[in-house]
């Protein structure tokens, strides 16, 4: 009798344990499907945006933008504020000290500043070679209105890279390609506000207007994201932010209302109505995205740029 009771028990325990590492296991593969990842993550650059601009113009997707994401209106972009220096740091995860461009005019082998690092064709280690670093079959793709931008980097990780005209047309194929490709990451840059600044003048009734064509046309984009994502259960993650700001029709000067930009982040993962109190630059951009992407494992060390991790859910 005693044999067959502890045999009993014996077999209790068993099936006990195997219910607890069920349901152990199940937690388990519960908390690595609950962070939500992307399937692609859009960076969409806006020339010449400042905090005046996004404040004053009326702007409903970027402010939808902002109830439904992580923000900042107080992230900074680098010296000298000029578009080359910035868009660089945006793409290249750190400052001119680092990646030596230093004005529009920099070419990778016409530069004043040596970079600190350099791959085999002379260019400073991007977001791009990082990604493919990653993910060799990642589709990468560039969508640009500022001629310049394509020289700023290695352009060999990309699959696709095009000079387009405007904002629609910027838009348009950026969303083509990526129904059609499934990109792991594209960037966009438009550039009409930063046009509207120089010939108007930054806070011109002009400049506030070009504003709203970009926003308008951004949500235009945002709803064929959000129906294709629906239908096809993809999902996406999009960052907005500037490269500067202005004063009257320039830029590159020391002043707070060139170097204060947006920083606007919506998609998985990411908080709602959070503003970001952590200090941004703009060359924490790329260093966010791999976050975003998982790809960040092999960040070069020259890289002073870092996730901005309190936009994060997790």
Not at 109 to 120: F, Q, V
Not at 242 to 251: E, F, K, L, M, R
């Amino acid at each position: 009798m005693k044999r067959i009771f502890k045999n009993l028990l014996g077999l209790f325990f068993l099936l006990q344990g195997i219910s607890n590492f069920a349901q152990t296991n199940t937690q388990l593969k519960k908390g690595q499907n609950s962070k939500e990842k992307p399937t692609t993550v859009f960076f969409i650059g806006v020339d010449g945006l400042s905090v005046d601009g996004l404040t004053k113009a009326n702007t409903p997707t970027m402010d939808m933008f902002i109830k439904m994401g992580a923000s900042s209106l107080k992230a900074r972009g680098v010296m000298p504020t000029s578009s080359g220096p910035n868009w660089g740091s945006m793409l290249l995860g750190a400052g001119p000290e680092q990646h030596g461009i230093t004005s529009n005019g920099w070419r990778v082998n016409d530069y004043s500043i040596e970079a600190t690092i350099k791959d085999g064709d002379g260019f400073f280690p991007s977001v791009f070679d990082i990604i493919e670093k990653e993910d060799p079959k990642a589709k990468l793709g560039v969508f640009h209105e500022w001629g310049t931008i394509k020289d700023l980097f290695n352009n060999k990780s990309l699959h696709h890279i095009e000079k387009t005209s405007d904002m629609d047309e910027s838009l348009d194929k950026a969303f083509a390609y990526f129904k059609e490709e499934r990109p792991k990451f594209v960037f966009v840059h438009l550039d009409a506000v930063d046009g509207a600044g120089h010939t108007f003048g930054h806070g011109s009734k002009e400049y506030y207007y070009e504003i709203e064509l970009i926003d308008k046309a951004i949500g235009v984009f945002f709803e064929k994201l959000q129906a294709f994502n629906k239908e096809e259960g993809t999902a996406v993650n999009i960052l907005v932010t500037s490269d500067h700001g202005g004063v009257g029709t320039s830029h590159g000067g020391s002043t707070m209302e060139e170097i204060i930009i947006p920083w606007m982040l919506i998609g998985p993962n990411v908080k709602r109505g959070h503003t970001i109190e952590q200090p941004i630059n703009t060359y924490d951009t790329p260093a966010t995205i791999l976050r975003l992407l998982d790809a960040d494992k092999h960040i070069p060390i020259q890289w002073t740029g870092k996730p901005v991790l309190e936009a994060f859910k997790n």
